[in-house]
Nanobody, 126 residues
Framework: QAQLVESGGGLVQPGGSLRLSCAASGFTLDTYAVGWFRQAPGKEREAVSCINNRYDSSYYRESVKGRFTSSRDSASNSVDLQMNGLNPEDTAVYSC???????????????????WGNGTRVTVSS
């Protein structure tokens, strides 16, 4: 059964770092655009990042540029999100999604065929 599973969330102090991982099973993630989304309590889901193949542009939300970096780990069939300089506004449930679309489509969330993970919680607090 094809699925995505996120890991790496947790509690971190402001200014700290976390590395999230989105692991795929049942399909090869290398051929998909992979995005990270987050949803904070009481707020709508928002796209955080997207990476695709070399023919497509990556995407990072303005508020995370320079702090977050997404990368592929082909050996483990996963995509990671390195998050540095975390602040309380980054607190949310982070989910990954994969689809064979351009990043600008994936970050809109409006794709018909793809995969979503269940999410991992990130809490930034002192």
């Amino acid at each position: 059964q094809a699925q995505l599973v996120e890991s790496g969330g947790g509690l971190v102090q402001p200014g700290g770092s976390l590395r999230l991982s989105c692991a795929a099973s049942g399909f090869t993630l290398d051929t998909y655009a992979v995005g990270w989304f987050r949803q904070a309590p009481g707020k709508e889901r928002e796209a955080v990042s997207c990476i695709n193949n070399r023919y497509d542009s990556s995407y990072y939300r303005e508020s995370v540029k320079g702090r977050f970096t997404s990368s592929r780990d082909s050996a483990s069939n996963s995509v990671d999100l390195q998050m540095n300089g975390l602040n309380p506004e980054d607190t949310a449930v982070y989910s990954c999604a994969a689809a064979r679309v351009l990043c600008r489509v994936l970050v809109s969330g409006r794709f018909l065929r793809g995969f979503w993970g269940n999410g991992t919680r990130v809490t930034v607090s002192s």
